[in-house]
């Protein structure tokens, strides 16, 4: 008897696995602010320190790719939102969710997307990633002193 064999399924980079139970523990929750938002991020994270850093700078890698669309950059500004917020929220769905608004736009979020008008990670990126914060710094000193 030949069983047939199983269809290989893709591994999920972990990144998108670390950001998928971060949005299953958000999803359970009563209170769903940005703070909670973030501190379900940062649960699932773990506390070794170039983890984390790792894990935010794809993240902000991912939030530039989907800014990197002029067509979702005009879209959210028809809508009078921000698109680097907005992304960040989008991100945080999950790699679905990202493809979706880059292949349909952002009316497939449907109403949810004016929920996306504050910030949850600004604000927190420059305590937990230090060198984008120097590395910005710097680079506006050099800016000021060449001009």
């Known amino acids: 008897m030949n069983a047939q064999p199983k269809a290989k399924r893709r591994s999920m980079p972990v990144f998108w696995q670390l950001l998928r139970k971060a949005k299953n523990t958000f999803d359970k929750q009563l ?3 940005n703070q909670i938002k ?3 991020v940062e649960r699932v994270v773990g506390v070794d320190a170039s983890d984390v850093e790792k894990f935010w700078l ?9 800014l ?15 698109a ?3 992304a960040e929220h989008i991100v945080f769905l999950g790699n679905g969710a990202v493809r979706r608004v880059r292949d349909e736009g952002v009316d497939c979020l449907g109403s949810e997307i004016m929920l996306y008008q504050e910030s949850f990670t600004s604000n927190k990126l420059e305590s937990v990633i230090p ?3 120097k590395d ?3 680079t506006q000193e050099e800016d ?3 001009a």
């Open 144 to 146: 000021s002193s060449a």
């Open 58 to 66: 794809t993240y902000k890698d991912q939030v530039d790719s989907l």
């Open 68 to 82: 990197d669309s002029k067509r979702f950059e005009r879209q959210c500004e028809e809508k009078s939102l921000t």
């Open 136 to 138: 910005s710094s710097s």
């Open 131 to 133: 060198s984008i914060t």
């Open 31 to 33: 209170d769903k602010t």
């Open 38 to 40: 973030f501190r379900c």
């Open 84 to 86: 680097k917020i907005v």
